[in-house]
C-alpha cells in the first residue's frame, strides 16, 4: 500500500509553497482560483486525506501532548520542557517534542504529522520564520479541527488561544531601571531583529526606562544581532570602539559574549561596566564572574502551560472560548556582574 | 470508544512493574507462573493490544525518526539532536523527541508510544536507570518487531544493534596524558557513579593513564557524584581540603563548577591548577577562562546516527544483521583553563 501523499509532496510536485497548497485545499480566497483547482485536482488523483482530527477525537484520546519549538541548544526552550514534563507526568501524560528549526515549513510539517492522531493537542513556540511571515493559518487550522494549542513565550496575538508570556517589556524596563539607579549612564543593548517578538518588545522597554529616567538613546550603542551563532564579532565591535559603562543583554549568550569582550579588554566588571542578561541558565549561574540576569521561570512557564492544556483537554465543555494569557512573573537575579 | 488498555495501568492495577507486565506477556520464564498468569488474564479482559508494529511497517512508512534521550537540559545532546535533524532533512525524515528522564519505566513506555505505529525506528541514549537495571527487554522486543535501533553514547552491549560510540576510556586518558605532560602530578577527577556507562570508562582511562605514568593513584582525589544538579558542595569540599594541581571532569558542568570553586580561593587558573572537561558545549567556550575540553562531536554522533538508521530502513535486505559500531573521534579543544 502507498503511504498517502503529503502537503509537503503536493507542493515540491507543483513548485508551490506548503502555505499555498495548504490554503488551496482550504479554498481560501487569497489563492487564486488557477493553482486553487491545480492544487485541488491534484490533490483528488493522488487521494490527499486531509486529517480528520475533530472525528479522531471524538473516538479517542491519546493522552499525548505535543511540544513544537524553534530550536533546542537554547536553555531556556529546554527548562519550559522540563516544566512540561513535570506536570504530563503527574497528570498522566506522554510528551513528544518536534522541532520547527526556525522554519515556517518544518513548523507546519511537524504540526501536520503530530496532528495526525499522535497528540491531543499542542504546546508550541513560533519559528522566527513564522513570525516574520505572520502566517499563522496552520495553528488556526488545527483549533479549527478542535485541538486546542497553548503557545508559549513567542506568541501570535493574531490567533485565540491560551497563552503564556512573561511581560517582555516590563522585565527589560525594570532590568535597565536597575542599572540607572547604580549610576549607569551609557547602558548599551545587545538585541534580536524586531521580527522576534521578545526581542523587540525588550527592546522596547530598554528604551521607554532610558526614556523615563531622561537619558539620551544612542542608536551606536544599539546592535541587533540576526544570527545568533556568529554574535562575537558585532559585540567585540561595540565593547571595542564605544564609550560605555553598562551592557544589557536580551538573552543569556549575548551576556556572556560581552562579559568575555569586556574582560579581553581588561575592563573591570562590575567596577567599570555591569552586565545584565535574560534568561536564567547554568551559563549565567557558572560564568566567572557569574552574571546577573532577569529570570525567565521556564520551568514555572512550562508547568504552566501544561496546565491550561491539560484543563482544556479535560473540560467537559468542548465550546469553551474564555482564552486565558497568563503572565508568568520575572525577577532580577543579583549575581557578581553588576554593583550591589 | 474506551482507550485501549495500556502496560502502564496493568501494571499499576495489578501493583507490579511495567517491566513484569511486559515480560509476562511474551511469557517470559523470568517472571513468575503466577504472576504471568494473573496479567495475561488482566489483559485480556481489558482487551489489551500489543502493538502489531512488523505488521504495519509492511503497511506503510511513517518516514519519521523516533529519538529517546535521558534528558535535554544537558548541551550535549542537544547537538546530538541537530546532527539528527540535519541528515533527517537532507533525507525527507521528520524527528520526534521523547525523554526518559533518567526513568526506565518512562524510557518503555516511550518507546511503547512511539513504536505504536509513529516511526520507522529509533535512536537512542539510555536512561541511567536502565544502565542500572540492566533490564533491556523493551530494545529487545522492538528490534524483534523489525523496527531498527541505532544506540549512542550511552549503549548496551548486550544488545545487537547499530551503535555509536566514542571511545571515551581513550579520549580520558589522552586528556589526563596532557596534564602530565603539563607536570601535573595531583590529578583529582570529577565523575558519575559508576553505572553510568560513559562515566565508567572515563574513570578507567584516567586510572589507566596514572598508572602507565607511574602515578600512584589517590583515592581521596576521586569523587563520583550521583546527582548532578547537587555537585557544587562536593567539589568545594575537594577542592577546599585536598592539595591538587590539576582536575579531569567527565562533563562541562563538573569542569565549570571546579573552576568556579578554584576561583574563589584565588587559586590562579592554569599557573596553579590546570582543569580540563568533557563535551563541548557553549558553557566551556564562553566561560572565564575559557575551559580545555574532549571534544565528543556531538554534531557529528547525531548525523552518523541518523546516516547509520536511514540506511537500514532503506536496505532492501530486511535480514541484515550486520550490525556496525562506528566510532567517532574526539579532540582536545585547548583554551585558557591549561598551560599551552
Given at each position: 500500500?502507498?503511504?498517502?501523499?503529503?502537503?509537503?509532496?503536493?507542493?515540491?510536485?507543483?513548485?508551490?509553497?506548503?502555505?499555498?497548497?495548504?490554503?488551496?485545499?482550504?479554498?481560501?480566497?487569497?489563492?487564486?482560483?488557477?493553482?486553487?483547482?491545480?492544487?485541488?485536482?491534484?490533490?483528488?488523483?493522488?487521494?490527499?486525506?486531509?486529517?480528520?482530527?475533530?472525528?479522531?477525537?471524538?473516538?479517542?484520546?491519546?493522552?499525548?501532548?505535543?511540544?513544537?519549538?524553534?530550536?533546542?541548544?537554547?536553555?531556556?526552550?529546554a527548562?519550559?520542557?522540563?516544566?512540561?514534563?513535570?506536570?504530563?507526568?503527574?497528570?498522566?501524560?506522554?510528551?513528544?517534542?518536534?522541532?520547527?528549526?526556525?522554519?515556517?515549513?518544518?513548523?507546519?510539517?511537524?504540526?501536520?504529522?503530530?496532528?495526525?492522531?499522535?497528540?491531543?493537542?499542542?504546546?508550541?513556540?513560533?519559528?522566527?520564520?513564522?513570525?516574520?511571515?505572520?502566517?499563522?493559518h496552520?495553528?488556526?487550522?488545527?483549533?479549527?479541527?478542535?485541538?486546542?494549542?497553548?503557545?508559549?513565550?513567542?506568541?501570535?496575538?493574531?490567533?485565540?488561544?491560551?497563552?503564556?508570556?512573561?511581560d517582555?517589556?516590563?522585565?527589560?524596563?525594570?532590568a535597565?531601571?536597575?542599572?540607572?539607579?547604580?549610576?549607569?549612564?551609557?547602558?548599551?543593548?545587545?538585541?534580536?531583529?524586531?521580527?522576534?517578538?521578545?526581542?523587540?518588545?525588550?527592546?522596547?522597554?530598554?528604551?521607554?526606562?532610558?526614556?523615563?529616567?531622561?537619558?539620551?538613546?544612542?542608536d551606536?550603542?544599539?546592535?541587533?544581532?540576526?544570527?545568533?551563532?556568529?554574535?562575537?564579532?558585532?559585540?567585540?565591535?561595540?565593547?571595542?570602539?564605544?564609550?560605555?559603562?553598562?551592557?544589557?543583554?536580551?538573552?543569556?549568550?549575548?551576556?556572556?559574549?560581552?562579559?568575555?569582550?569586556?574582560?579581553?579588554?581588561?575592563?573591570?566588571?562590575?567596577?567599570?561596566?555591569?552586565?545584565?542578561?535574560?534568561?536564567?541558565?547554568?551559563?549565567?549561574?557558572?560564568?566567572?564572574?557569574?552574571?546577573?540576569?532577569?529570570?525567565?521561570?521556564?520551568?514555572?512557564?512550562?508547568?504552566?502551560?501544561?496546565?491550561?492544556?491539560?484543563?482544556?483537554?479535560?473540560?467537559?465543555?468542548e465550546?469553551?472560548?474564555?482564552?486565558?494569557?497568563?503572565?508568568i512573573?520575572?525577577?532580577?537575579?543579583?549575581?557578581?556582574?553588576?554593583?550591589?
Amino acid at each position: 500500500m502507498r503511504r498517502k501523499v503529503t502537503l509537503k509532496q503536493i507542493a515540491k510536485e507543483l513548485d508551490v509553497s506548503i502555505s499555498t497548497v495548504s490554503k488551496s485545499l482550504k479554498n481560501s480566497s487569497e489563492i487564486s482560483e488557477d493553482t486553487r483547482l491545480k492544487v485541488q485536482a491534484f490533490a483528488k488523483l493522488y487521494n490527499y486525506k486531509p486529517n480528520n482530527i475533530a472525528l479522531s477525537l471524538k473516538n479517542k484520546k491519546t493522552k499525548t501532548i505535543g511540544i513544537i519549538i524553534p530550536e533546542i541548544v537554547h536553555h531556556f526552550f529546554a527548562t519550559v520542557i522540563s516544566g512540561i514534563e513535570q506536570v504530563a507526568n503527574e497528570k498522566g501524560y506522554n510528551v513528544i517534542v518536534c522541532l520547527s528549526d526556525e522554519s515556517f515549513d518544518k513548523e507546519v510539517i511537524n504540526l501536520e504529522m503530530l496532528a495526525n492522531g499522535s497528540t491531543d493537542g499542542f504546546i508550541m513556540s513560533l519559528s522566527k520564520e513564522t513570525q516574520q511571515k505572520k502566517d499563522f493559518h496552520h495553528l488556526q487550522e488545527v483549533i479549527n479541527q478542535g485541538m486546542p494549542i497553548v503557545m508559549f513565550d513567542r506568541v501570535a496575538n493574531e490567533i485565540l488561544s491560551d497563552k503564556v508570556i512573561i511581560d517582555d517589556q516590563l522585565a527589560a524596563y525594570q532590568a535597565v531601571s536597575f542599572l540607572v539607579e547604580e549610576g549607569r549612564k551609557k547602558i548599551a543593548l545587545i538585541t534580536t531583529v524586531d521580527y522576534v517578538s521578545v526581542g523587540k518588545l525588550r527592546t522596547d522597554g530598554y528604551l521607554k526606562a532610558l526614556t523615563d529616567h531622561s537619558i539620551d538613546i544612542n542608536d551606536d550603542l544599539i546592535i541587533k544581532i540576526e544570527d545568533i551563532d556568529n554574535c562575537s564579532e558585532a559585540i567585540e565591535k561595540l565593547i571595542s570602539n564605544q564609550d560605555i559603562d553598562a551592557v544589557f543583554a536580551v538573552n543569556e549568550l549575548f551576556a556572556v559574549v560581552a562579559i568575555k569582550a569586556v574582560t579581553k579588554k581588561e575592563i573591570k566588571i562590575p567596577e567599570e561596566i555591569s552586565v545584565i542578561g535574560f534568561t536564567d541558565g547554568i551559563i549565567s549561574k557558572f560564568s566567572s564572574p557569574s552574571i546577573t540576569t532577569v529570570s525567565q521561570n521556564g520551568v514555572k512557564m512550562g508547568r504552566k502551560a501544561a496546565e491550561m492544556l491539560i484543563e482544556r483537554l479535560e473540560d467537559e465543555d468542548e465550546e469553551n472560548e474564555r482564552y486565558r494569557t497568563e503572565v508568568i512573573e520575572t525577577n532580577l537575579i543579583q549575581r557578581e556582574s553588576t554593583k550591589t
